[in-house]
């Protein structure tokens, strides 16, 4: 393996070791996959709506009223390095559904030098994760759902292969328009590794509640992150205090939705925004905002966010279905 090619991928994983305690394996996973989650911090497992990428957040989220959608979205992350995700989803009978979706990670061109510097050619860096959904309504208002992944890296002439799964619960009262998410993330190690050693993939335990306000058009999204541990690793050795510990727990976000063919929404990663805190500049480290809009059978969404201290992240994604409206 080349030095220069160590370099990138080393800058492309900073992100991933802020954010996950431990040594983990393909931490692009943990990069937010549905525009409208990422407009809202980049973490959400309670949130509402018929849009299927927030399947990938939690599979307790699909139902059967996703029959024949057809979602794909692109996040910018850094330099030329960018992830598309696509998924389909069909129903299946009156209270079950499943989908098929694809997680495609590229890191641009990259020129391949020896020790001298003299340039070989170009290097491939890809990650690759196919994933499975079925979900299923366990009463009128609790889901559960489950996705089973198979992971596969090729850097250069290295590759690893992995499995995992997430578990997923939702629970929805539409009279109240509350909902509550539970999700078990990426549990699972590789089963072909890089080195020698086998390593697990970058797993996590996620609550949330989304509350729509009685009188206004408005959404709270809350949700806790990183439930498996309690401290986090910190750069100066030292342990924090309960407060800011538990803050770095949270996710907020916020969603005006004035019709059903708009919304627009803020969200705030704390943990994130503390991670890359610079006394100057970075500013907006853990802000993210974004925008959707649905015309006629389509829907086009928009966020911004700041995973890195050296870039701002943009996402794209369009959705469709093909089911027959309802009259």
């Known amino acids: 393996m080349q030095k220069r090619f160590f370099i990138f991928i080393l800058f492309f994983q900073t992100f991933s070791l802020l954010a996950q305690e431990g040594k983990t394996s393909f931490d692009y996973l943990l990069l937010p996959v549905s525009n409208r989650s990422a407009a809202l911090g980049g973490n959400n497992v309670s949130l509402i709506e018929n849009d299927a990428l927030l399947v990938f957040n939690n599979p307790g989220l699909l139902g059967n009223e996703m029959n ?114 539970l999700a078990g993330k990426n549990l699972g190690r590789q089963i072909k590794s890089y080195e020698e050693e086998l390593v697990a993939l970058p797993w996590d335990i996620q609550f949330g509640f989304t509350k729509k306000l009685n009188h206004a058009p408005i959404r709270i999204s809350t949700t806790a992150i990183y439930l498996k541990q309690w401290q986090f690793d910190h750069i100066y050795k030292k342990e924090e205090a309960f407060f800011l510990t538990l803050l770095k727990h949270f996710v907020i976000g916020v969603d005006l939705i004035p019709s059903d063919n708009f919304w627009i929404g803020f969200g705030y990663n704390i943990k994130r925004g503390s991670d890359m805190y610079l006394k100057e500049g970075n500013k907006l480290g853990g802000f993210s905002i974004g925008a959707g809009l649905k015309v006629k059978y389509f829907s086009f969404g928009c966020s911004i966010g700041k995973y890195h201290t050296s870039a701002t992240s943009f996402m794209l994604n369009i959705s469709t279905s093909f089911a027959e409206p309802e009259l």
């Open 68 to 181: 024949l959608n057809l979602s794909a979205s692109y996040l910018s992350y850094i330099a030329d390095v960018g992830m598309g995700n696509v998924i389909f989803t069909k129903s299946m009978g009156e209270r079950s559904a499943w989908g098929v979706g694809v997680n495609y990670v590229h890191f641009g061109k990259m020129i391949e030098t020896d020790e001298l510097d003299n340039i070989n050619g170009e290097l491939n860096a890809t990650d690759i994760c196919g994933n499975i959904f079925v979900a299923r309504d366990l009463t009128e208002k609790l889901r559960g759902g489950i996705t089973a992944k198979f992971l596969y890296s090729n850097y250069y002439h290295n590759t690893a292969i992995g499995l995992g799964v997430d578990l997923g619960l939702s629970y929805y009262d539409s009279d109240k328009n509350f909902s509550i998410g």
